[in-house]
């Protein structure tokens, strides 16, 4: 059964209960994805390995609505965060969706006057 809500769930009755997907560093193709490997996000790395380029988000459609590229990003983002990776948001869906509903993790977007070194 699909909902088509956009965003989280509203009403008296509780969604079926679902875990948070599993993501998964394939760090060899360079990228974040699902453990079906259907739904990643792409990214290339640049300035010697310090920052992280996220190129491209993709979700197919019979997995939207379940906010998958959210996760994705957020895997993403913590993994630069934990490896001291300024990220710049090439992906329209990270710079015009993520980034604004999740303004916290501006803190690591790349600056050209910002050190690298946290």
């Known amino acids: 059964m699909k909902m088509a809500t956009s965003g989280a769930a509203t009403g008296s009755s509780s969604p079926p209960e679902r875990e ?3 993501i998964v560093w394939n760090e ?5 994805e699902t453990e079906d490997k259907k739904a990643y996000l792409g ?3 640049r300035q010697d390995g310090k920052v992280m ?4 988000t ?25 490896h001291s990776l300024s990220v710049i948001p090439s992906c329209s869906y ?10 916290s993790w501006n803190t690591l977007l790349y600056t050209e006057d910002r050190n690298s070194n946290i």
């Not at 990270?94 to 303004?103: A, E, I, T, Y």
């Open 28 to 32: 060899r193709q360079r990228r974040f």
């Open 58 to 82: 993709f979700v197919p459609s019979s997995k939207r609505g379940m906010g998958l590229a959210s996760h994705l990003c957020v895997a993403a983002f913590s993994h630069a965060e934990s």
């Open 43 to 45: 990214y290339v790395l």
């Open 20 to 22: 948070a997907p599993k």
């Open 53 to 56: 380029d996220i190129v491209h």
């Open 94 to 103: 990270v710079s015009d969706s993520f980034l604004p509903r999740n303004p």
